[in-house]
């Protein structure tokens, strides 16, 4: 089989695992939220330099940092705590609508589709907040999305997250643990990401692909064998994407924040 060529879902009790950021949308999903609200003046021009800034350093350096994961996760949980669940949910389904929607590569929407058209279930999952992931889920007719979850209670986050961020091996503790209770056999499933962070989860199927690869996937599909479908049309040109464990802490904060800004106008 040619490198770059897909290869057919495979038929059974199978499904599809798809991370979001660069691999479903181009870029980074809570990058492109940040952007919502500050054409909405609800984020300032600082805030969103800062945030491109940490990105840029991010894809340069190849690294992601467990203090400052840790640090931001800390914040955006302290911004949460008290806020209606609600609120954070209406300004995702806005900014999604208006300004994330035509960031769907059309090549991974194609790879989607294959897996709906052969009757297996796709989920997403990703560091991006659940209450995001679960907007893409819907507008894409897909059949789940695991995220990085807020503790809420009665509607209000309580300030703490429900288990940890969906980055990395949490990703494959997540799906081994779908795949039992759902009676999927893993050997059957397939999953997309752009990212080696994921090489977790990637190994866990019997179909892994790499979806626009970072370097160390890249090598390693190749090493592997494994399918790559590379979609962007610049591959040398420096990307601005959010660290994926980063992007998933941060979002509460960032929406919140919105929050209040609107209900202080």
Not at 155 to 178: E, F
Request: proline share 5%.
């Amino acid at each position: 089989m040619p490198y770059d060529a897909p290869r057919p879902p495979s038929a059974g009790p199978g499904a599809a695992f798809f991370d979001v950021d660069n691999t479903l949308m181009r870029g980074a999903s809570i990058y492109h939220f940040a952007r919502g609200l500050a054409s909405r003046d609800l984020f300032t021009t600082r805030d969103l330099l800062r945030f491109a800034w940490g990105q840029t350093v991010f894809r340069v350096t190849g690294a992601e940092q467990p203090d400052h994961i840790n640090a931001a996760r800390e914040a955006a949980l302290a911004f949460v705590a008290g806020h209606d669940v609600g609120d954070l949910v209406a300004l995702c389904e806005e900014i999604y609508d208006d300004s994330m929607a035509d960031r769907i590569w059309e090549g991974t929407r194609r790879l989607v589709q294959r897996h709906l058209d052969a009757g297996q279930p796709v989920w997403l999952v990703t560091a991006t907040p659940v209450e995001l992931a679960q907007i893409i889920r819907r507008r894409l007719g897909l059949t789940g999305a695991l995220g990085t979850e807020a503790e809420s209670v009665d509607g209000v986050y309580t300030g703490r997250l429900n288990g940890d961020l969906m980055h990395g091996p949490a990703k494959a503790v997540a799906v081994r643990a779908l795949a039992r209770s759902e009676g999927w056999d893993l050997a059957a499933c397939s999953a997309y990401s752009d990212s080696s962070n994921d090489l977790p989860l990637l190994s866990l199927v019997g179909h892994p692909h790499a979806v626009n690869p970072d370097g160390d996937l890249r090598r390693y599909a190749r090493t592997h064998q494994w399918p790559v479908h590379d979609f962007r049309r610049h591959r040398k040109a420096l990307k601005v994407a959010v660290p994926a464990a980063v992007a998933g802490a941060v979002a509460g904060g960032v929406a919140v924040r919105a929050v209040r800004h609107r209900r202080r106008a």
